[in-house]
T-cell receptor
Framework: EAGVVQSPRYKIIEKKQPVAFWCNPISGHNTLYWYRQNLGQGPELLIR????????DSQLPKDRFSAERLKGVDSTLKIQPAELGDSAVYLCASSFLAGSYNEQFFGPGTRLTVL | QKEVEQNSGPLSVPEGAIASLNCTYS??????FFWYRQYSGKSPELIMS????GDKEDGRFTAQLNKASQYVSLLIRDSQPSDSATYLC?????????FGAGTTVTVRA
């Protein structure tokens, strides 16, 4: 079974530029999560989708971040414009049935560097 | 107070010894508890899940949960150099998963 797929793996941009990350969850997983992980810290949730609905986006900085999961499968997270403080690893995770044990499986992540 | 706190590392253990990792959480209503292993430059990998009080064993790993004390631990028996990684404790409350900052373990050959 294929795991969570993310692209790109690395991205270097200058501040004020836009950037987008893509994620394809494990087949059959209806819940998708975007996390941000700063160096030396645990992942922090940005947004959670159940199917195509964003059910928790309370931690998403909505002035510059946006996300979509139009067909309830793959998802895109966008930052526009990027700031120096956005440098981090952006992780996508998926799970089956958010109301159950909620075992989440992570993709390889995208390491973003903003110069 | 942080939602999930882990004992500060790094933790250095000799090969073959037991590594003991601790985690406390603040929300008494938390429902599920997880340990992830994260190698340097890689993403977190789920290694243990525990939902009820007591011990759960999987190979060389044992997770222990005490909800009354709001405490979760992970024991790694017969530690191997390949166990050298950062271990993240994660706690689920409702639909939200909260992570600790991680404890870095180094196994000395």
């Amino acid at each position: 079974e294929a795991g969570v797929v993310q692209s790109p793996r690395y991205k270097i941009i200058e501040k004020k530029q836009p950037v987008a990350f893509w994620c394809n969850p494990i087949s059959g997983h209806n819940t998708l999560y975007w996390y941000r992980q700063n160096l030396g810290q645990g992942p922090e949730l940005l947004i959670r989708y159940e199917n195509e609905e964003a059910v928790d986006d309370s931690q998403l900085p909505k002035d510059r971040f946006s996300a979509e999961r139009l067909k309830g499968v793959d998802s895109t997270l966008k930052i526009q414009p990027a700031e120096l403080g956005d440098s981090a690893v952006y992780l996508c995770a998926s799970s089956f049935l958010a109301g159950s044990y909620n075992e989440q499986f992570f993709g390889p992540g995208t390491r973003l560097t903003v110069l | 107070q942080k939602e999930v706190e882990q004992n500060s590392g790094p933790l250095s253990v000799p090969e073959g010894a037991i590594a003991s990792l601790n985690c406390t959480y603040s929300d008494r209503g938390s429902q599920s508890f997880f340990w992830y292993r994260q190698y340097s430059g890689k993403s977190p990998e789920l290694i243990m899940s525990i939902y009820s009080n007591g011990d759960k064993e999987d190979g060389r790993f044992t997770a222990q949960l005490n909800k009354a004390s709001q405490y979760v631990s992970l024991l790694i028996r017969d530690s191997q150099p390949s166990d050298s990684a950062t271990y993240l404790c994660a706690v689920r409350n409702d639909y939200k998963l909260s992570f600790g900052a991680g404890t870095t373990v180094t196994v000395r050959a």
